[in-house]
């Protein structure tokens, strides 16, 4: 297997990836709390452990990605309360929303596990820390004791005195430190609530994903990510609770991986701001394709500025994508096509391997895949070379690895929604072509001007090009 280089928030430094066992990668990325539709934010996470795992695939792993949804939590149970409906409920619907959301992107979905469904395992979880002495009980509460762990900190690289000065700690003069945080929390009157060893309570947190990903995938596991807000206090946290669970005879995680906000007007996209663009409002003004092709024009680890314009740009850059596929397409179809060579295509194959195996970075794999484009252009725009058996063996090889970046590994079709076209339309838009090319060669320019133009009104381009006349749907 080819040499892939993470970069890891734990140790500052990018790293070789090697898994915990050969051949397989198991990871975990901390998921939605499912109370209001996802935005653009939530988008950029799950597209970009979709990339992930499908270069992991690529490169021959085995994967078991599991993601958590927060089905309980305090701001599920104020929107209950907002819609008067059950907090099972709008868990449901927004869960199911988010999971709509992520297909339209091309996202492959992850193995999606609940708190709610899991209870054993958190509160088996809470009892171990209790028992050996990380964690105490107040009131029905059960905290983690910070100072218990003396690596506290490790991950964000912060000291306790720093957070104690920096982080907006809850008052709670029952706990021994200010920076003690719950585990469990006792049940308030009229909240949903499990039964447990401390009374009845619902988990706190940063328990639940320590919990599950431990149960589904075991101690030491391969990549945890998720935002990088959630650095500090939630991934700092699970650390903590988990290594403490675990005796530190293994690490919790091998890698974290982190990739950055999406801002709005410079501030981190959030629910909490008002700062939001719903991912379901936009994918109503622009494909879905062309918002994944958006969200990965920059390194995951960079904070991305959302703008329409940048939309508008993503939007022309796939469409010259695709022009280039459906010219050179239809100009192998015409000419009854040709094995592919993939010679000319395996550079440009290989800057696309390397900007992949360095952490994932996709920006510079699309402006491989750009390369293949512009190899593809140069031989369309000259005809007569580009009927050479040669030049078409070229054409299909760059043609295979265009198709290879852009679909298998980048999940971005190469193929609009629209142009999901029947037979029978290519069938009779070829006769359509083949007719207004009659009228310009008997010189009817108007007449055939007057197909194109009717043809455009209702949303079918036709472009003539020095291979003929091609179409699109506008």
Request: aromatic share 10%; glycine share 6%.
């Amino acid at each position: 297997m080819a040499e892939l280089v993470i970069y890891n928030t734990l140790t500052r430094r990018e790293e070789p990836f090697t898994p915990r066992q050969a051949g397989k990668v198991a990871m975990y990325a901390c998921g939605l709390t499912p109370q209001a539709p996802a935005h653009v934010g939530h988008m950029r996470g799950v597209v970009v452990m979709d990339i992930v795992q499908r270069w992991l695939e690529q490169l021959g792993y085995q994967v078991d990605f599991v993601q958590n949804f927060t089905d309980i939590d305090d701001k599920i149970i104020r929107r209950a309360h907002e819609e008067g409906i059950p907090t099972t409920e709008v868990a449901r619907k927004y869960s199911q929303m988010y999971i709509e959301d992520a297909e339209a992107l091309g996202v492959r979905l992850p193995r999606f596990v609940k708190v709610t469904e899991n209870m054993d395992a958190i509160i088996e979880m809470v009892q171990r820390l209790v028992d050996d002495g990380y964690a105490y009980v107040v009131d029905g509460d059960v905290y983690f004791e910070v100072n218990k762990f003396p690596e506290y900190g490790k991950l964000s690289g912060r000291s306790v005195e720093e957070m104690q000065a920096g982080a907006r700690i809850e008052v709670d003069e029952r706990k021994r430190n200010p920076e003690d945080f719950a585990l469990w929390k006792a049940a308030k009157p009229g909240e949903p609530a499990w039964d447990s060893p401390w009374g009845k309570g619902r988990p706190g947190w940063h328990i639940e994903c320590s919990a599950l990903s431990l149960k589904y995938l075991g101690g030491a596991f391969d990549i945890h990510a998720g935002g990088m807000d959630l650095i500090f206090p939630h991934h700092e946290n699970e650390i903590a609770q988990s290594e403490a669970y675990l005796h530190c005879e293994q690490p919790f995680a091998r890698y974290w991986l982190h990739w950055g906000p999406v801002r709005l007007r410079q501030e981190k996209m959030s629910k909490s701001t008002g700062l939001v663009v719903p991912i379901r409002e936009l994918r109503q003004q622009y494909e879905p394709a062309v918002i994944r092709y958006f969200l990965l024009t920059v390194h995951y680890r960079t904070p991305l500025e959302f703008s329409y314009e940048r939309l508008d740009e993503a939007k022309s850059a796939l469409e010259r994508v695709r022009t280039a596929y459906q010219r050179a397409t239809a100009f192998l179809r015409e000419r009854g096509g040709a094995p592919p060579d993939p010679t000319v295509a395996e550079p440009y194959r290989q800057q696309f391997r390397d900007a992949m195996n360095h952490d994932f970075n996709t920006a510079q794999a699309i402006a491989a895949a750009f390369e293949v484009v512009r190899e593809i252009n140069t031989r369309l725009n000259a005809p007569e070379q580009a009927a050479q058996p040669e030049t078409l063996a070229e054409l299909a090889g760059l043609l295979n690895a265009l198709q290879w970046m852009m679909e298998t590994v980048l999940g971005i079709s190469l193929h609009a929604p629209d142009t999901a076209r029947s037979e029978t339309l290519e069938q009779l838009m070829r006769c359509v072509i083949a007719w207004r090319q009659e009228l310009r060669s008997r010189k009817l320019y108007d007449l055939a001007d007057r197909i194109r133009d009717d043809l455009k009104a209702v949303g079918i381009i036709l472009e003539d090009t020095p291979q003929g006349t091609l179409w699109r749907m506008g």
